[in-house]
């Protein structure tokens, strides 16, 4: 069983909707960190989250820690097909110095 | 250039045979790891190093070990490669206090 669960697994919507991806745990996190992967290469981090209840925004990326630091959500709007990828998310517990990955929401975005 | 580069970038091999994976960095940082994803699995911690002479285990070491040769240099090995070890590797760095990771571009192994 993994630490965080992703849902939903898999989401396929047009271009032009908004979606958002859930990520979640019964264990607390120091940090939670949201990666986009592409096919064939390694993941890139869109943002970090710290502060429980924290929201960030990365144009029309939201992110939010939840107020007890134990899930994390993001929201898209008005998707664009170049959204299109792996969405990990990944929390970080400073006791055990380590990252543990959910299993990913794979996003397309059909134009 | 990269700031993680791992090689191969794919490699094919055979049941018994040993693997090594290499991992270089420029970015200066401690902290070192390997990670294997598979599909519907996400990313799985194999080893990890915090410096030169730190190697700690990960949730699924077994069948794998590491060198920290230097603070740049992290490799993977497989003693003997065995087909559910097909799988993607991943490198990655991170520097604290919030430790955001850096991945290297993977390597696809594959063993028969």
């Known amino acids: 069983t993994q630490l965080l669960e992703q849902s939903p697994q898999f989401l396929s919507i047009q271009e032009g909707e908004n979606l958002t991806v859930y990520c979640n745990s019964s264990s607390v996190f120091s940090s939670l960190q949201w990666y986009r992967q592409e096919p064939g290469e390694g993941p890139v981090l869109l943002v970090t989250?710290?502060?429980?209840?924290e929201v960030k925004k990365l144009k029309r990326l939201t992110f939010q820690f939840g107020d007890a630091r134990k899930d994390s959500s993001l929201h898209i709007t008005a998707a664009q097909t170049g959204d299109t990828g792996l969405y990990l998310c990944a929390g970080y517990k400073v006791n055990f110095n380590k990252f543990y990955f959910g299993s990913g929401t794979k996003l397309n975005v059909k134009p | 250039d990269a700031d993680v580069t791992q090689t191969p970038r794919n490699r094919i091999t055979k049941t018994g045979k040993r693997i090594m994976l290499e991992c270089s960095q420029t970015?200066?940082?401690?902290?070192m790891y390997w990670y294997r994803q598979d599909p519907g699995l996400g990313l799985r911690l194999i080893y990890y190093s915090f410096d030169v002479k730190d190697i700690n285990k990960g949730e699924i070491s077994d069948g794998y070990s590491v060198s920290r040769q230097a603070q740049a240099k992290f490799s993977l090995s497989l003693e003997s490669a065995i087909p559910n070890q097909t799988a993607l590797y991943f490198c990655?760095?991170?520097?604290?206090?919030?430790?955001?990771?850096?991945f290297g571009p993977g390597t696809r192994l594959t063993v028969l």
């Open positions: 970015k200066g940082h401690d902290r």
């Open positions: 989250v710290v502060t429980g209840g």
């Open positions: 990655a760095t991170s520097e604290p206090p919030i430790n955001e990771q850096f």
